[in-house]
């Protein structure tokens, strides 16, 4: 090409006028994250329970005094931990833990990482799933196990094993997977991950959303036997699954239950149904069974959350 060419200059200015615009492109970008401090938000919130941990099978883990409650603690405290860190690998800028399982104190604050927030105790009105709220992006279930509907399952029951012989949530048969993503649906927050035994994240996938992650860390045998991976290898599948889970967390969505929502327990006790009915709000449906229907899901959670601290067990 001629350099006599004036076609040849035109273009030749085009190009480097591009270039400078879009170099005060890139540098104007800069500067405005800075100046706003703008980056990206990924908030997590783990409940965890411990009937669904590796190796856990009977009593003797799960409750103080128990001769292996102790070891089962840093265990349980160890797969929450696997959870956290991989969550943060994953890019969460928050993470708050709620321990969620018999007395709400067995999770060991001391051992926990020192990164996340942790709700401890009971009584509190939205139960495993106490603190979420719409500034949360994604809701993963540690431990947990199947409801008291699934033979089979390892140490199966919804929120009182000695108290109720079923709850319905919604119309639905309720494990407390199903509570607890009911409860994050009512803030727009979705459950992304399960783990536990395989009977429990089959009974999530089915029941809250096929997308679930689900990880398996044992294979039930019965309500008081399993076949389970060792706890390392446990806390391995939960930290893979957690980055997998975050990593599309474009797919999820909340669980949503219609308002008003209805509540029916049914208690080992019949005892219990009779003095819940004496409340006006309470309608006893059988002799063992009463129903109740709040506004919303929290106040339908703070009426099962009542009862679970409240009624007799024998």
Not at 76 to 92: K, P, W, Y
Not at 249 to 276: G, H
Request: glycine content about 8%; aromatic content about 8%.
């Amino acid at each position: 090409m001629s350099l006599r060419n004036p076609h040849f200059f035109l273009a030749q200015r085009s190009a480097s006028r591009r270039k400078v615009v879009y170099l005060l492109l890139l540098l104007f970008a800069g500067f405005s994250t800075s100046v706003t401090g703008e980056t990206p938000q990924l908030r997590v919130y783990i409940s965890v329970d411990m009937e669904g941990v590796a190796g856990v099978v009977n009593e003797a883990q799960l409750a103080p005094g128990g001769f292996e409650y102790e070891k089962f603690r840093r265990l349980m405290t160890a797969e929450a931990n696997a959870c956290i860190e991989a969550a943060f690998a994953a890019g969460a800028t928050k993470v708050t833990v709620s321990d969620s399982h018999g007395n709400g104190l067995s999770l060991l604050p001391e051992e926990l990482n020192p990164k996340a927030r942790l709700i401890r105790s009971w009584p509190r009105p939205l139960m495993m799933m106490q603190g979420i709220d719409e500034g949360y992006d994604a809701a993963i279930l540690i431990g947990y196990h199947a409801s008291i509907g699934v033979p089979g399952a390892v140490r199966a029951h919804t929120m009182s094993s000695k108290r109720f012989f079923d709850v319905r949530f919604g119309g639905k048969h309720a494990s407390e997977a199903l509570l607890s993503a009911a409860t994050a649906g009512h803030f727009a927050v979705p459950v992304v991950m399960v783990t536990g035994d395989d009977l429990a994240v089959a009974e999530a996938k089915k029941d809250i959303s096929a997308k679930i992650e689900g990880v398996v860390v044992k294979r039930a045998i019965g309500y008081h036997a399993a076949d389970s991976v060792s706890p390392q290898a446990a806390r391995a599948l939960i930290s893979a699954g957690t980055k997998a889970a975050l990593q599309r967390l474009k797919e999820f969505r909340p669980y949503k239950v219609a308002k008003p929502v209805k509540v029916e327990i049914a208690f080992k006790q019949m005892l219990n149904a009779e003095i819940l009915a004496y409340l006006p709000i309470v309608e006893r449906v059988d002799g063992a069974t009463v129903s109740f229907s709040g506004k919303d899901v929290p106040e339908a959670i703070r009426f099962i959350s009542f009862v679970s601290q409240y009624s007799n067990a024998e």
